[in-house]
């Protein structure tokens, strides 16, 4: 799969429910599936051309609303924030060796919240 291929199937995950559901279907098809442009116009009953106008108009479509919104780049910024919680907890976690109890619990306590979202999400 290509970056551009990853980019718009995160995208679709995103935004997909927003498409047309006929776009959403050749998108999915396209990028999820990956099926090649015949194989999806074989499964739609579409020309291969009209497959891709379909995916043209809605990478343009899907990238509009990531520019708009912003949500899988606030997602991503959001596991990196997680992330970054739970190694600072796991670092003071290890560095109080048991000797304050109520650092280490705190510590551990972060570290499974961290887990709970990450899980959620």
Do not use: H
Not at 19 to 41: H, I
Not at 59 to 65: D, G, I, K, V
Request: hydrophobic fraction near 35%; aromatic fraction near 4%.
């Amino acid at each position: 799969m290509t970056e551009k291929s990853y980019d718009i199937s995160r995208l679709l995950d995103f935004y997909g429910e927003l498409l047309t559901e006929r776009q959403r279907l050749a998108a999915r098809l396209y990028y999820d599936d990956d099926l090649s442009l015949s194989e999806v116009a074989q499964e739609l009953g579409i020309s291969r051309q009209g497959v891709r106008a379909s995916l043209k108009k809605s990478e343009e479509a899907l990238e509009s609303m990531e520019e708009k919104l912003g949500l899988a780049e606030r997602f991503d910024k959001t596991l990196g924030i997680i992330e970054s919680l739970r190694e600072a907890a796991k670092n003071a976690a290890e560095q109080c060796g048991g000797s304050d109890e109520a650092l280490c619990g705190l510590a551990r306590k972060v570290i499974e919240l961290t887990n709970e979202i990450e899980n959620d999400i």
